[in-house]
């Protein structure tokens, strides 16, 4: 037996939540890690509210290591609807809308309410043309969201839901069960469903579902024997199918008196199954496939009865064997061993299997995956657009850099020939040159100094706060050195006279912070106040005051000794907020 194919070091754990109990089985590197299946206790059922803690309860303790798990789960929906189809080859895209609309032909249905999707089984040919044939699907949209919202609330999110056939059939996909090259019918019997598929080696030719199933064996017993619980009826079925469980004995202490007629009861149903099955492997001859009957391949509750296989083994003119998705070479070392009714889980073991390459999922439809695809195409035709843009600016960028070396060499060459031409500088363009240069520089200087007054007007005016107003602005040359002393560079002073008003107490602060503007500005070198008296001024207190602003050298430099300027000639109440 091969190994499966697609288990990596992370594990895949899958749920089959039947109408019961749960099963689950966790596969870690092909090999299976651990197992636990769990009746619901009574009055429990999938659709109860406390469902997502038994859930969360169960898989949790048996799994510690779920959360970093894949995580699939099968449910057999009781809207389940399926048909293997055969449609022309196109692509992906057309090939979902030929699907889509084939399937709605056949079954209508409201997209609004269901959840479609489909599973490419393979090609074939007929006629010359090639085909390709497809498993198709609907379940009703408030069954899936239900199932996932149970997970969801137990803390367990899940990685996708698969149908009973996509779980079965990713048992021989994967090679986790060997098919036999031949063709072979496999036989998977649920709660209330039974699923038909026939392989070819592990391609899948055929998919039909049973409206017949476990369920309807229990509900017969039960009609015949109304008092017995649905427990008691499985147990009965199970011990006249000729495999009773060491849990059914509390079930079987009082059996009905007729008891050993319980088979004869089920066994109309059991002949539905058997004629289904039978049908099946006669379309299988007449269509030419082999002369021989194919192997019929059973799994679920009803494979673990000898009574059930001997029936259909009789019915169905082939080989007919149970299913064993939990052999012994299939077991981790230190796993537990298998349970008695291995052939009952195959539906958990096919959803471990399940990826999202080969296994459709319920929760990412066709729609989901055709748009990942197109996100994927845009990205790369995006890409290699890129890349065709990058390599053409990186062309031009290169054949830019040899036209440039080119003209540089060339310039390189002209600059040679032309320093031969070149004039040399001698002494009369040395002299010439700096007198022109000077002269610059005496225009420039005379352009300032003339300037100066005015830029000294506009500055003390920008300075000035609202609460001080000037009455006199004198611009005039400072008095010169005592005799005798060294010849100091003439330097011009500005005298501020003016008030400050404002609250008392406050005027001669204001009138320091106005000293320290003037000083700061790049203009005036040295403020000094003096002169400082109180006045009135109508029925306000004022304080007058003088100051004195030395003038920067490097504005006035080389300036005029100018006439002082007297008080009426400057501006009054010079200030930008005076009025």
């Known amino acids: 037996m091969t190994e499966a194919r697609g288990q990596g070091s992370r594990s895949g754990i899958g749920v089959h939540v039947g109408r019961l109990g749960i099963r689950a089985v966790e596969l870690r590197q092909g090999k299976i890690a651990s197992w636990v299946s769990a009746e619901y206790p009574t009055g429990l059922s999938p659709a109860a509210p406390g469902f997502p803690a038994f859930l969360g309860e169960t898989l949790t303790a048996a799994f510690p290591g779920i959360r970093r798990s894949n995580l699939w789960a099968v449910e057999v929906s009781p809207s389940l609807q399926v048909r293997f189809l055969s449609v022309p080859r196109s692509r992906s895209d057309q090939l979902s809308n030929t699907v889509y609309w084939t399937f709605r032909k056949e079954i209508p249905f409201d997209p609004a309410t269901v959840r479609f999707d489909y599973g490419v089984e393979g090609e074939t040919e007929t006629a010359g043309a090639r085909r390709v044939s497809v498993t198709a699907h609907t379940v009703a949209r408030h069954e899936m969201e239900a199932l996932r919202d149970s997970f969801t609330q137990a803390g367990l999110p899940l990685s996708g839901i698969v149908i009973p056939g996509f779980a079965v059939r990713n048992l021989f996909r994967s090679h986790w069960v060997a098919a036999p090259a031949a063709t072979t019918i496999v036989l998977q019997v649920c709660d209330e469903v039974s699923v038909i598929l026939v392989l070819r080696g592990d391609a899948v030719i055929g998919h039909r579902l049973v409206q017949t199933g476990f369920d309807s064996l229990v509900g017969a017993i039960r009609d015949r024997w109304p008092v017995l619980s649905a427990e008691q009826a499985r147990a009965l079925l199970r011990w006249a199918g000729g495999a009773p469980r060491p849990e059914d004995e509390p079930h079987l202490r009082a059996p009905p008196a007729d008891a050993p007629g319980v088979w004869s009861v089920v066994t109309p149903i059991v002949d539905r199954i058997a004629q289904q099955v039978d049908r099946t492997v006669a379309a299988n001859l007449q269509s030419g496939a082999g002369d021989e009957a194919p192997a019929?391949?059973?799994?679920?509750?009803?494979?673990?009865?000898?009574?059930?296989?001997?029936?259909?083994?009789?019915?169905?003119?082939?080989?007919?064997?149970?299913?064993?998705?939990?052999p012994d070479e299939r077991r981790a070392d230190g796993s537990r061993q298998a349970p008695p009714d291995a052939a009952a889980w195959g539906m958990a073991?096919?959803?471990?299997?399940?990826?999202?390459?080969?296994?459709?999922?319920?929760?990412?439809?066709?729609?989901?995956?055709?748009?990942?695809?197109?996100?994927?195409?845009?990205?790369?035709?995006?890409?290699?657009?890129?890349?065709?843009?990058?390599?053409?600016?990186?062309?031009?960028?290169?054949?830019?850099?040899?036209?440039?070396r080119s003209v540089s060499r060339e310039l390189a060459s002209v600059r040679g020939q032309l320093s031969a031409f070149r004039p040399q500088p001698d002494r009369e363009m040395v002299t010439q040159m700096a007198a022109e240069a000077k002269q610059v520089h005496a225009d420039i200087r005379?352009?300032?100094?003339?300037?100066?007054?005015?830029?000294?007007?506009?500055?003390?005016?920008?300075?000035?706060?609202e609460d001080i107003r000037l009455s006199s602005l004198t611009y005039r040359l400072a008095p010169r050195a005592a005799p005798g002393a060294k010849e100091a560079e003439e330097r011009f002073v500005v005298r501020i006279e003016g008030r400050v008003r404002g609250p008392w107490g406050k005027q001669e602060s204001k009138l320091t912070s106005f000293a320290v503007q003037l000083e700061d500005s790049p203009l005036f070198e040295k403020a000094s106040v003096h002169g400082q008296e109180t006045a009135r001024e109508g029925n306000e207190q004022v304080l007058s005051f003088k100051v004195d602003v030395e003038v920067s050298p490097a504005a006035a430099a080389a300036a005029p000794a100018p006439a002082p300027v007297p008080a009426a000639a400057a501006a009054p109440e010079a200030g930008r907020n005076n009025p």
Request: hydrophobic letters at 50%; proline letters at 6%.
């Open 296 to 326: 019929v391949l059973v799994a679920g509750d009803l494979a673990t009865l000898p009574r059930f296989l001997e029936t259909l083994r009789a019915q169905a003119r082939g080989e007919t064997q149970a299913v064993d998705p939990l």
């Open 349 to 404: 073991v096919g959803a471990a299997l399940s990826t999202p390459a080969r296994t459709p999922n319920l929760l990412r439809t066709y729609a989901e995956r055709d748009a990942d695809r197109r996100a994927i195409r845009n990205s790369v035709l995006t890409a290699l657009a890129g890349g065709f843009g990058l390599a053409v600016v990186l062309g031009a960028l290169g054949t830019f850099q040899i036209l440039s």
């Open 446 to 465: 005379a352009v300032a100094v003339k300037h100066t007054p005015m830029a000294v007007l506009n500055e003390v005016a920008a300075l000035t706060p």
